[in-house]
């Protein structure tokens, strides 16, 4: 068997040395992340409040409202043959431009629905239930307190409902679950 032969004398017995890596590009693409992270996780933080969840509750009921009664507005019906009309906008005044919303916390409805219970359902479960039933299942609120929010909704059972079970609602009616993980004592 034959080996290769013995280094050479000299400052480079094997070749030259490596040579060293600009290391700015990935200084500044790290930060450039981190940057990234740090402001997202402000703008997530500044929003994770009860009354960012309560404004969307709000927010999403009456939004729902209004697009339900769109919808169950009577269509007007016109007969075929019609005479040239003129339609004049209404003058607005301080009082019609001042008029506020007040927050809508069921929808009108002409049918009631029975409320299911979903307590001690996991609530992916409860909320099947629930919207089978036709009401509209608002966020979890967490029953530690910590303001989490269920992401896969079977790891989370239901503790309480805001709604009695067995109660007659109108349909389209918001219930909020209490909920916690299986694994939280």
Same mark, same amino acid.
């Given at each position: 068997?034959?080996?290769?032969?013995?280094? &050479?004398?000299?400052?480079?017995?094997?070749?030259?040395?490596?040579?060293?890596?600009?290391?700015?590009?990935?200084?500044?693409?790290?930060?450039?992340?981190?940057?990234?992270?740090?402001?997202?996780?402000?703008?997530?933080?500044?929003?994770?409040?009860?009354?960012?969840?309560?404004?969307?509750?709000?927010?999403?009921? &009456?939004?729902?409202? !209004?697009? &339900?009664?769109?919808?169950?507005?009577?269509? !007007?019906?016109?007969?075929?043959?019609?005479?040239?009309?003129?339609?004049?906008?209404?003058?607005?005044?301080?009082?019609?431009?001042?008029?506020?919303?007040?927050?809508?916390?069921?929808?009108?409805?002409?049918? *009631?629905?029975?409320?299911?219970?979903?307590?001690?359902?996991?609530?992916?479960?409860? &909320?099947?239930?629930?919207?089978?039933?036709?009401?509209?299942?608002?966020?979890?609120?967490?029953?530690?307190?910590?303001?989490?929010?269920?992401? =896969?909704?079977?790891?989370?059972?239901?503790?309480?409902?805001?709604?009695?079970?067995?109660?007659?609602?109108?349909?389209?009616?918001? =219930? *909020? !679950?209490?909920?916690?993980?299986?694994?939280?004592?």
């Amino acid at each position: 068997m034959s080996y290769p032969p013995p280094p &050479q004398p000299g400052p480079y017995a094997y070749g030259p040395p490596p040579r060293k890596r600009n290391k700015l590009p990935f200084v500044l693409a790290g930060i450039g992340v981190a940057l990234v992270l740090c402001l997202g996780g402000a703008m997530l933080i500044g929003t994770s409040g009860d009354k960012a969840k309560d404004d969307f509750a709000d927010g999403y009921a &009456q939004g729902l409202a !209004a697009a &339900q009664a769109s919808a169950s507005a009577p269509a !007007a019906t016109e007969p075929a043959t019609t005479a040239p009309t003129t339609v004049v906008a209404p003058a607005t005044t301080e009082a019609t431009t001042k008029a506020t919303v007040a927050p809508a916390r069921t929808t009108v409805a002409a049918t *009631t629905v029975k409320v299911p219970s979903g307590v001690g359902l996991d609530y992916q479960s409860a &909320q099947d239930l629930w919207r089978g039933a036709g009401l509209i299942v608002a966020p979890a609120k967490d029953a530690t307190g910590a303001h989490r929010l269920p992401v =896969i909704d079977a790891n989370w059972v239901v503790l309480a409902q805001d709604l009695k079970a067995g109660s007659r609602v109108p349909e389209g009616t918001l =219930i *909020t !679950a209490t909920v916690k993980k299986y694994t939280d004592d």
